[in-house]
């Protein structure tokens, strides 16, 4: 007895179309059991609804489900070694009790929200662009003695990434500790990558993360995003810039980037120190310890310092909290630089109250940004903001990577978390959450001279919009939760 053709290709049908049911069942299951924004639920629900089969396999490939399951592994792996002790929140001295108590009040919340704690008599000096960071990165690494510690999201082998190569390995032939750790995804911006390098000059160094095939695409979200040169324990960078030639803007790089990057000196730099070796433990096995690694540190400055990490699992969105907090406790100014601007929900509403509480609100982001669709989805969201006194501007070419936030005259935060869904929930991030004055008067001034080039987003060019790019734009925010 045979079949039909006919019957044969209903029953295939019947097959495939369980199989699709059987995915995207499972798929809603696990969404409507598991996911914790709500916004971002729907988008996923929409696309498995009306695309079973394509729309479970990308919440499989690109939802929070890998991502912390993997998370949760991470921080296994590294046990309770880099702990610290219970908290000992400071007290800020000011020469008005209503700034005391409202900075006390902020600096309590952060100590709490981070799993480190505030350390006072840090020094933290601002460098612009590579030309400015890189040297004085190089000439750190060159004075080593005893340690050097490194992680980049991107490190090149070519250009100044090819210095920083050469002074790995001379600071390892003069035996000096040497460990480099560079994201996977990050060692694929050029070629070769910088780890087969320094693999085969003799330097300790590891890809984070690192998966072929399809275990590459399931931990495509699982990014060590963060930038950290520690060297000798005592004197650390960070901030938002790779090793990069385009960061070298005075040598007229093809794709010029202006970043922002900080020299940190005193207690401070143990916390960093602590989140390299947490990051190595996991990526070699091996922990760090001794004083080579965690010299006693001497006060070095007047900042108040505290170390905030974020990522997925036991650190999953601890860096929009502490945003959110600023953003709750400013009283006069709240300024951002961010090269990719898409807040969460909750933090748009905590922009808007800024605004319409009396507080200035100040947000720079570039008007060409090198992922177009990211720009496009931040355009819809500008006019909600400008219609309740949030005033956004544009800065002009070279693409500005930079990441600052400034509240009022005293608080300031700086790292490598951009103000968008990937950096805020999905990426390992490092910021430092800053009180001083001083630091952030000449924060200040940085910020003044990108507004000043920048252009103001006004009420009316929102209105003369093309529709062509109203509708660009309003397509491009339906990925805002993945973006």
Same mark, same amino acid.
């Given at each position: 007895m045979s079949f039909s053709p006919t019957l044969a290709l209903t029953w295939e049908m019947i097959v495939l179309g369980a199989v699709a049911l059987a995915f995207s069942l499972t798929a809603l299951l696990h969404l409507l059991t598991h996911h914790r924004d709500h916004r971002s639920a729907g988008f996923w629900v929409a696309l498995i609804v009306f695309s079973p089969v394509v729309g479970a396999c990308l919440y499989a490939l690109l939802g929070i489900n890998f991502v912390r399951r993997k998370g949760r592994d991470y921080r296994e792996a590294i046990g309770v070694v880099y702990r610290q002790p219970a908290p000992d929140c400071p007290l800020f001295i000011h020469g008005e009790p209503e700034s005391a108590v409202n900075d006390c009040a902020l600096a309590t919340t952060l100590d709490r929200i981070s799993r480190f704690h505030f350390a006072s008599g840090n020094r933290v000096e601002i460098l612009e662009n590579g030309d400015e960071a890189m040297p004085a990165m190089l000439e750190a690494i060159r004075a080593a003695r005893s340690s050097v510690s490194l !992680? !980049?999201?991107?490190?090149?082998?070519?250009?100044?990434? !090819?210095?920083?190569? /050469?002074?790995?390995?001379?600071?390892g032939a003069r035996g000096v500790e040497v460990r480099v750790i560079v994201d996977d995804a990050g060692t694929r911006y050029s070629w070769p990558p910088v780890t087969r390098e320094l693999r085969r000059l003799g330097v300790p160094v590891r890809r984070f993360m690192p998966n072929r095939l399809v275990m590459r695409l399931i931990t495509l979200n699982l990014r060590n995003h963060k930038k950290l040169l520690i060297v000798d324990g005592a004197a650390a960078f960070t901030g938002g810039m790779n090793i990069r030639q385009g960061n070298m803007i005075l040598q007229n790089p093809p794709h010029p980037v202006r970043d922002l990057h900080f020299r940190v000196t005193g207690p401070v730099v143990e916390q960093m120190q602590r989140v390299f070796a947490e990051d190595w433990q996991f990526c070699a096995g091996e922990p760090l310890e001794g004083n080579?690694?965690?010299?006693?540190?001497?006060?070095?400055?007047?900042?108040?310092?505290?170390?905030?990490?974020d990522g997925p699992d036991e650190d999953i969105e601890v860096m929009p909290a502490a945003l959110f907090a600023s953003l709750n406790a400013a009283r006069s100014r709240v300024c951002i630089i961010t090269p990719y601007f898409l807040p969460l929900s909750h933090l748009m509403a905590a922009l808007k109250l800024c605004s319409l509480r009396g507080v200035e609100v100040m947000i720079v982001t570039p008007a060409r940004n090198n992922i177009p669709l990211v720009a496009w989805a931040a355009r819809t969201l500008y006019p909600e903001l400008v219609k309740t006194g949030c005033r956004i501007f544009e800065s002009p070419p070279p693409f500005d990577h930079s990441k600052m936030l400034l509240v009022d005259d005293a608080w300031c935060c700086l790292g490598s978390?951009?103000?968008?869904? /990937? !950096?805020? /929930?999905?990426?390992?991030?490092?910021?430092?959450?800053?009180h001083d004055p001083d630091l952030v008067r000449r924060l200040s001034a940085v910020f003044e001279k990108k507004r000043a080039e920048s252009v103001e987003v006004t009420t009316a060019m929102l209105a003369e919009t093309p529709l062509r790019h109203r509708l660009r734009n309003g397509f491009a925010s339906l990925f805002i939760p993945v973006l």
């Open positions: !992680s !980049s999201y991107i490190f090149e082998a070519h250009g100044i990434g !090819s210095e920083f190569v /050469r002074e790995l390995v001379s600071a080579a690694w965690f010299p006693k540190l001497q006060p070095a400055g007047a900042t108040h310092a505290l170390g905030i990490v978390t951009n103000w968008d869904p /990937r !950096s805020l /929930r999905l990426n390992f991030e490092f910021n430092l959450a800053c």
